[in-house]
């Protein structure tokens, strides 16, 4: 069964966002730790993407400590990055996205009570 076609914003770099994609993966753990991530070759058929691009976000990986080489066998994610992860992307939110969620939560006057139902 093959995957669909991904669509990329032509706004941001290929790269930038296949990482987001990844650490995606990694979060919820369709990528596990202690697993091996797709070989480059892989993941560059999969999206239609140059291997190149895909060989420059495994180095960007390991490169933040994300992932290890296994000599003979791949790159597999490391034990406890999920939960490093967790926590920076959590940070990122409260800081990047929340203000204007907030803001516009606000200005449309609306309540936790109305946000949570269903």
Do not use: C
């Not at 797709?38 to 993941?43: A, D, E, G, Y």
């Not at 066998?73 to 999920?82: P, S």
């Not at 990047?96 to 969620?101: L, M």
């Amino acid at each position: 069964m093959s995957q669909p076609i991904h669509h990329w914003d032509e706004h941001l770099p290929i790269y930038r966002q296949l990482m987001d994609l990844l650490i995606h993966r990694i979060l919820d753990e369709t990528y596990p730790e202690g697993e091996m991530l797709p070989s480059v070759r892989q993941l560059a058929s999969d999206f239609q993407i140059n291997p190149l691009t895909v060989a420059k976000v495994y180095k960007e990986l390991a490169r933040d400590d994300l992932t290890e080489k296994k000599r003979g066998e791949g790159l597999i994610v490391k034990k406890g990055v999920r939960a490093l992860l967790l926590k920076r992307e959590r940070a990122k939110f409260l800081k990047e996205e929340w203000p204007q969620i907030k803001g516009r939560i606000e200005r449309m006057e609306l309540d936790v009570k109305t946000l949570l139902k269903d």
